[in-house]
């Protein structure tokens, strides 16, 4: 509005109140004038507020974008600022800096048995352990999920990592109190030292966590440093994953069969299958190898299934009388679905539960017996018979054996191949003795000789295995050894 506009709007309003004095007027000019000020003023202080908010909430945002909104650690990103800065310093003053990749042990059951919340509780509480025991002049993050990275300057040499290293592991192997439980896990950690192991972020942090990686495969809950040998275990590694599950979706892993022999007759009695992995340049991979690989990478459950389906259809032309036994491993006794999924392989093959004969070796009870009790219970109320398999050379008791009720006792090679010796010999007499007192038939696996296949059967010993009978072979060659068998009774020797 025009200086002109204004003067035209106040004539007419003074020719509207010709009546009003001078001085009303001023003071409604005055009036006037403050009100403007205090609008002014309130503008602009809104306007400082809107600007305060919006500082406020950059920096929100900057500081989510920089750290983990859970554990308030740096994230990657800041992480790799950090370190960067850090090898600068290290290259300049001719020092090394060490660099940890911290794994969590034994974090999921946290969270499967205690919830998410707890889970959080833990990992929280984990950011504050680190920031006590490495100290300010480290650099902590979260790289997500159970997985930390803490980044040591300078001074970190000569044996001082590895003091750091299981410094870590002592505080964050103490219990977490949370959410009214309390929560145990470990760490396994990998090292990597600047400039021996790389002297770049990326290079560095990688080194770390393949010694991460080979600590864990060797032993959860220790430490490895970086050496470059691990890298190709690594890549080995690697490309046996990725093997493995071509082999498994190809049908390239196939059940081989050992007959185990009753000894009263020397007839077979049944076949354990075992799983063989035919591998086209590596040629036979031992179970040993590629099973615990099937663990970690979660397909373990898909190999049982296979191999029990293949053998469930060799065992078609089997006579009636003769069992399939199958090894589970511990990992597969943590799965509440492990019954109804062998279940469903029976029923689709046709094969009875009641010829069907699972094995578990001790150790794979230990950690939660009131879950394999549950799962043993729901396999034998379908019929499905249990063999504690390598017992002896395990951890369990008889009071285990008293609340799992397993059906068949496997005696361990070890004490079977030594019984020449006085102690062994009273070892396997004594499990022959329990087997009998709790109405479990007894096997003794590794029989490679007919004087040690007599004095079993001395004892009082029903069933045997070892290469003596026969070593594992594909089911095109089983017809061979049924017929022997069927014919007359003989040890057989069979080799392939």
Not at 66 to 78: E, S, W
Not at 167 to 176: C, D, G, I, K, V
Not at 389 to 417: A, T
Request: proline fraction near 4%.
């Amino acid at each position: 509005m025009s200086w002109f506009d204004a003067f035209d709007g106040f004539a007419e309003f003074a020719a509207s109140h010709e009546a009003w004095e001078l001085d009303e007027i001023f003071v409604l000019l005055m009036l006037m004038g403050n009100s403007g000020l205090i609008i002014a003023t309130r503008r602009t202080i809104d306007a400082r507020r809107e600007i305060a908010r919006r500082e406020e909430a950059e920096a929100r945002a900057m500081e989510l974008a920089r750290h983990d909104p859970l554990t308030g650690l740096a994230n990657r990103r800041v992480l790799g600022e950090e370190l960067e800065e850090m090898l600068h310093h290290a290259a300049h003053r001719g020092c090394e800096c060490a660099v940890f990749v911290i794994d969590l042990d034994q974090f999921k059951p946290v969270n499967d048995l205690y919830g998410h919340e707890a889970g959080d509780a833990v990992l929280v509480g984990v950011a504050e352990r680190l920031r006590e025991v490495a100290g300010d002049q480290s650099v902590i993050a979260r790289l997500g999920g159970d997985e930390f990275v803490c980044v040591l300057p300078c001074q970190m040499n000569g044996e001082a990592p590895a003091r750091m290293a299981s410094a870590l592991q002592r505080r964050l192997s103490e219990p977490f109190h949370v959410c009214g439980a309390t929560a145990e896990v470990g760490a396994t950690i990998g090292i990597a030292l600047c400039p021996a192991d790389g002297t770049d972020v990326e290079t560095l942090l990688r080194s770390a966590d393949v010694a991460m990686y080979e600590a864990k495969r060797e032993k959860r809950g220790s430490f490895r440093f970086f050496h470059a040998e691990m890298d190709a275990k690594l890549r080995e590694r690697a490309k046996l994953e990725t093997d493995l599950r071509a082999a498994l979706d190809g049908g390239a892993i196939l059940p081989y069969f050992q007959p185990v022999m009753a000894l009263g007759d020397s007839r077979i009695a049944g076949f354990e299958a075992l799983a063989r992995w035919q591998h086209p340049e590596r040629g036979v991979i031992a179970p040993d190898e590629f099973i615990p690989v099937a663990e970690d990478m979660g397909l373990i459950g898909q190999l049982t299934e296979t191999i029990l389906r293949q053998s469930c259809i060799a065992a078609r032309n089997w006579p009636p009388r003769l069992t399939l036994s199958i090894n589970i491993a511990p990992l597969q006794l943590k799965d509440e679905w492990l019954a109804s999924r062998l279940l469903s392989v029976l029923t689709e093959t046709g094969f009875a539960p009641s010829r069907l004969i699972v094995e578990v070796t001790e150790n794979a009870i230990i950690d939660d017996v009131d879950q394999a009790a549950e799962v043993f219970a729901s396999l034998q109320n379908a019929g499905i018979r249990i063999a504690l398999d390598d017992f002896g050379k395990g951890y369990s008791s008889l009071s285990h054996l008293r609340q799992l009720r397993f059906n068949h006792l496997k005696i361990d090679s070890s004490f079977v191949r030594s019984m020449d010796s006085a102690e062994s010999q009273k070892i396997v007499s004594a499990v022959s003795g329990l087997g009998k007192a709790l109405g479990m038939p007894v096997t003794a696996e590794g029989v490679e000789s007919a004087a040690i296949a007599d004095a079993l059967r001395a004892l009082g010993c029903e069933q045997a295995q070892g290469y003596l009978f026969g070593m594992p072979v594909p089911a095109d060659q089983l017809e061979l050894l049924l017929a022997k068998s069927a014919a007359k009774p003989v040890r057989i020797r069979k080799t392939g």
